[in-house]
C-alpha cells in the first residue's frame, strides 16, 4: 500500500548555485528514496531562504500546516533542510507532525535520530564560529595593508567569504568520515573497495551522491 507524503526542498541563497545542493538534486534524490518506499509525492513546497528558525521559512510553515491537516509526512533530503535547530525538530514532531529524512531512513531509531540532529546543529556551530574568526583575521590583515571592507571590494570579499564557507564546510565532513575510512583501510580495502562499502551502507558525500576511489582518497588527504 503506497503513502502519501509531502516533499519540502530549501536551498539558502548562498547555496543556490552549488552543484548537489540545489533544488533539482534535492528533489531527485527524493523521488529515488519516494519510488523505493511506495511513497506518492502529492505536494512539494520549495523555498529559498537562510532563516535559522521555522519563523524565517514561511514554506516550511505551510507543509507543517498541510502535513497536520491531511496526515501525511514530510520528507526532506537532509535534516537541515527543514531544521537548523535540534528544539524546532521536537517540538514539530511533539506536535504530531512525522518528518522522513531521507539520510536515516523510514524508521530510524529515535535515539540515533536524535543524536543525528544534535550534531548537526553542534557542526553548524562550529563551522559559522571557524567562519567569523577567519574573517575577522583577514580584515586586520586587509587593514593593515589598507583595504577597506566596503564599495569595491564588497564583491571580492563575499567571495572570499564564500570559499572560506565551503572549506570549512569540506573540513568538518571530512572529520566526520575520518574514522570510518580509516576503519576500511585498516582493513586492506583499496580505494575502490573503501568506495564500494561505503555505497553499499548507503553513506552519501557531501554532496548527496555516491562514493568514487577519488573521493575517497580526497578525504583521506584532506584529514592527513
Not at 53 to 70: E, F, W, Y
Not at 186 to 202: C, H, V
Request: charged share 25%.
Amino acid at each position: 500500500m503506497k503513502t502519501n507524503v509531502i516533499a519540502y526542498l530549501r536551498v539558502s541563497t548562498s547555496e543556490q548555485s552549488k552543484s548537489g545542493l540545489g533544488i533539482e538534486a534535492q528533489l531527485s534524490q527524493i523521488k529515488q528514496f519516494c519510488d523505493s518506499n511506495d511513497l506518492v509525492i502529492t505536494t512539494t513546497f520549495k523555498e529559498t531562504g537562510s532563516g535559522s528558525s521555522l519563523v524565517g521559512r514561511p514554506l516550511m510553515q505551510d507543509a507543517i500546516k498541510l502535513s497536520k491537516k491531511t496526515k501525511q509526512p514530510i520528507v526532506v533530503a537532509k535534516g537541515d533542510r527543514a531544521f537548523r535547530k535540534e528544539s524546532d525538530r521536537l517540538n514539530v514532531k511533539e506536535s504530531g507532525v512525522t518528518i522522513i529524512n531521507i539520510q536515516l531512513g523510514l524508521n530510524p531509531d529515535e535515539m540515533i535520530e536524535g543524536i543525528h540532529g544534535v550534531f548537526a546543529e553542534h557542526e553548524r556551530k562550529v563551522i559559522s564560529a571557524r567562519t567569523k574568526s577567519a574573517l575577522q583575521a583577514k580584515r586586520i590583515i586587509d587593514k593593515a595593508k589598507g583595504i577597506e571592507w566596503w564599495g569595491k571590494n564588497t564583491q571580492q570579499i563575499a567571495q572570499s567569504n564564500g570559499r572560506l564557507t565551503q572549506k570549512n564546510n569540506a573540513d568538518a565532513f571530512a572529520e566526520k568520515r575520518k574514522s570510518m575510512i580509516e576503519a576500511f583501510k585498516n582493513k586492506g580495502l583499496s580505494m575502490n573497495a573503501i568506495a564500494k562499502e561505503l555505497n553499499n551502507n548507503e553513506v552519501k558525500t557531501a554532496r548527496g551522491g555516491t562514493w568514487t576511489a577519488q573521493q575517497v582518497s580526497n578525504i583521506m588527504k584532506r584529514v592527513a
